[in-house]
């Protein structure tokens, strides 16, 4: 049963960094499509990141260039490195697994999602 962990979300303040990780099992992190999912309460769930099987990294705007998708093989563990954090990053952060193509993770769109993890950022 796939399963994804994430961890690594906390309140931090405008200009911050943290990085989120999520544990797969049941699913290696190296072959198949993953991705961050972001959640703002009142509002849909909006793509953030993803990682194609081939090592592929697209962002959604609002982030690029800020945010660094990643993963560790050995660790089957995905990761998300976010510097200069902005208040309107807050909201809950959902790994994201699609396991067959197309990869639909910056649509929101995934097969399996972990329980989420939340960010909290302060003006």
């Known amino acids: 049963q796939v399963q994804l962990v994430e961890s690594g979300g906390g309140s931090v303040q405008t200009g911050g960094s943290l990085r989120l990780s999520c544990a797969a099992s049941?699913?290696?992190?190296?072959?198949?499509?993953m991705g961050w999912v972001r959640q703002v309460p009142g509002k849909g769930r909006k793509g953030i990141a993803r990682?194609?099987?081939?090592?592929?990294?697209n962002y959604d705007a609002s982030v690029a260039g800020r945010f660094t998708i990643s993963r560790d093989n050995a660790k089957n563990t995905l990761h998300l490195h976010m510097h200069s954090l902005k208040p309107e990053a807050t909201g809950t952060y959902y790994c994201?697994?699609?396991?067959?193509?197309?990869?639909?993770?910056?649509?929101?769109?995934?097969?399996?999602w972990g329980q989420g993890t939340q960010v909290t950022v302060s003006s």
């Open positions: 994201a697994a699609e396991l067959s193509p197309p990869c639909r993770v910056l649509a929101a769109e995934a097969d399996y």
């Open positions: 049941d699913v290696t992190v190296n072959g198949y499509c």
């Open positions: 990682l194609t099987k081939a090592g592929d990294t």
